[in-house]
T-cell receptor, first 111, second 111 residues
Framework: ETGVTQTPRHLVMGMTNKKSLKCEQH?????MYWYKQSAKKPLELMFV???????ENNSVPSRFSPECPNSSHLFLHLHTLQPEDSALYLC??????????FGQGTRLTVV | GNSVTQMEGPVTLSEEAFLTINCTYT??????LFWYVQYPGEGLQLLLK?????DKGSNKGFEATYRKETTSFHLEKGSVQVSDSAVYFC??????????FGAGTILRVKS
């Protein structure tokens, strides 16, 4: 248990569906992240929120839309995804110069 | 930009063997350095960290020393166990909250 909880753990969606990934942390951290982990590729940072403001957006397609309503919650809204978007999506949080704590991830399959 | 380079895997060892996973980095300034471990089907877990030159991070028998002169942060363990089989990621924290990860090194330990 790392203190970062992601739901759902597994998601299968069609290319025309709309779904959302949820991340929750109760560690009192002030920064939250979305990462994408694909097979045989390095971890890709997608978004960073610091104090609920988006501070990083690494050229992520607009079919991925993050939302950070408060310092404990982070969402990733998905719509009209492509099969190549199938991956493990990891949420993380951190505070100051400490290491980031990761959730267990959501395994997304786009069919 | 900043980057992290890890030795390619997989690394295959027998139980009780000595482990070294090399990690070098390119960065401006003096970033904090981390090792993360990912077990099958799980998210990343922070294994150890070092925040300044010559610091040694250690946890669960693993160690890594922040070497500024060689820009390295090699992971070592004196005697590996089958349960150490996982993927190991070296990472650095840039100015602000962004974590940059290496590609990961698969470790397989045989009994």
């Amino acid at each position: 248990e790392t203190g970062v909880t992601q739901t759902p753990r597994h998601l299968v969606m069609g290319m025309t569906n709309k779904k959302s990934l949820k991340c929750e942390q109760h560690l009192g951290h002030n920064a939250m992240y979305w990462y994408k982990q694909s097979a045989k590729k390095p971890l890709e940072l997608m978004f960073v929120y610091s104090l609920e403001e988006r501070v990083e957006n690494n050229s992520v397609p607009s079919r991925f839309s993050p939302e950070c309503p408060n310092s404990s919650h982070l969402f990733l809204h998905l719509h009209t995804l492509q099969p190549e978007d199938s991956a493990l999506y990891l949420c993380a949080s951190s505070q100051g110069q400490g290491g980031a704590f990761f959730g267990q991830g959501t395994r997304l399959t786009v069919v | 930009g900043n980057s992290v380079t890890q030795m390619e895997g997989p690394v295959t060892l027998s139980e009780e063997a000595f482990l070294t996973i090399n990690c070098t980095y390119t960065a401006t300034g003096y970033p904090s350095l981390f090792w993360y471990v990912q077990y099958p089907g799980e998210g990343l877990q922070l294994l150890l960290k070092a925040t300044k030159a010559d610091d040694k991070g250690s946890n669960k028998g693993f160690e890594a020393t922040y070497r500024k002169e060689t820009t390295s942060f090699h992971l070592e363990k004196g005697s590996v166990q089958v349960s150490d089989s996982a993927v190991y990621f070296c990472a650095l924290r840039e100015y602000g909250n962004k974590l940059v990860f290496g590609a990961g090194t698969i470790l397989r330990v045989k009994s």
